[in-house]
């Protein structure tokens, strides 16, 4: 069936420092890809998504490219900040009409010291 | 933002007991899912509900599972006799479309002794 694999945890970067979480994925034909993040004490949030091969994500400073040929949807930021201090989640929705589940990976929780 | 609202935040059973966690979606919301995140693994998809009814479910969301609209306004799922390992935290979501955003609650830790 579908699976997400990201980068083992937990990642310890200084503020201004580049970050890349890696995620790959199986799946059949075409997923939507995603990344959500959770703050403490919240819930999961979308971050940034992406449909289809070769759409490039983007929010907030974090990117992410859908990449087919290596089946990866890598998280991108420039220069994290200490705000950015979370549990990040890479999920895949099947590519089924109707599909209503997301496929999670384990989550990598990402600590930034000032 | 709207929220999705969780309650309670933690909740402890013994095993064999039946437990009910409570979820508000968003209110105009049309699909409410049920999500678990056991220690140290992947979060899992457990159910998805529209129009009153499960529209999908995952091989976890077995006899012992239920999921409810009861009044309009609340999503609940139902564990009738807990087992240890159904201890984990249990995220509800809504959205608006099949294929649209989901809002996430903040999660209910339930813990079985």
């Known amino acids: 069936g579908d699976s997400v694999t990201q980068m083992e945890g937990p990642v310890t970067l200084s503020e201004e420092a580049f970050l890349t979480i890696n995620c790959t994925y199986t799946?059949?034909?075409?997923?939507?890809l995603f990344w959500y993040v959770q703050y403490p004490g919240e819930g999961l949030q979308l971050l940034l998504k992406?449909?289809?091969?070769?759409d490039k994500g983007s929010n907030k400073g974090f990117e992410a490219t859908y990449r087919k040929e290596t089946t990866s949807f890598h998280l991108e930021k420039g220069s994290v900040q200490v705000s950015d201090s979370a549990v990040y989640f890479c999920?895949?929705?099947?590519?089924?009409?109707?599909?209503?589940?997301?496929?999670f990976g384990q989550g990598t929780r990402l600590t930034i010291n000032p | 933002e709207p929220e999705v609202t969780q309650t309670p935040s933690h909740q402890v059973t013994q095993m064999g007991q039946e437990v009910i966690l409570r979820c508000v979606p968003i209110?105009?919301?049309?699909?409410f899912y049920w999500y678990r995140q056991i220690l140290g693994q992947k979060v899992e998809f457990l159910v998805s509900?529209?129009?009153?009814?499960?529209?999908?479910k995952s091989e976890i969301f077995d006899d012992q599972f239920s999921v409810e609209r009861p009044d309009g306004s609340n999503f609940t799922l139902k564990i009738r006799s807990t087992k240890l390992e159904d201890s984990a935290m249990y995220f509800c979501?809504?959205?608006?479309?099949?294929?649209?955003?989901?809002?996430f609650g903040s999660g209910t830790q339930l813990s079985v002794l």
């Open positions: 979501a809504s959205s608006q479309g099949y294929n649209e955003k989901l809002f």
């Open positions: 799946a059949t034909g075409y997923p939507s």
């Open positions: 992406a449909t289809k091969a070769d």
């Open positions: 999920a895949l929705r099947p590519f089924i009409q109707g599909a209503q589940k997301l496929v």
């Open positions: 209110s105009n919301h049309l699909y």
């Open positions: 509900f529209y129009n009153n009814e499960i529209s999908e």
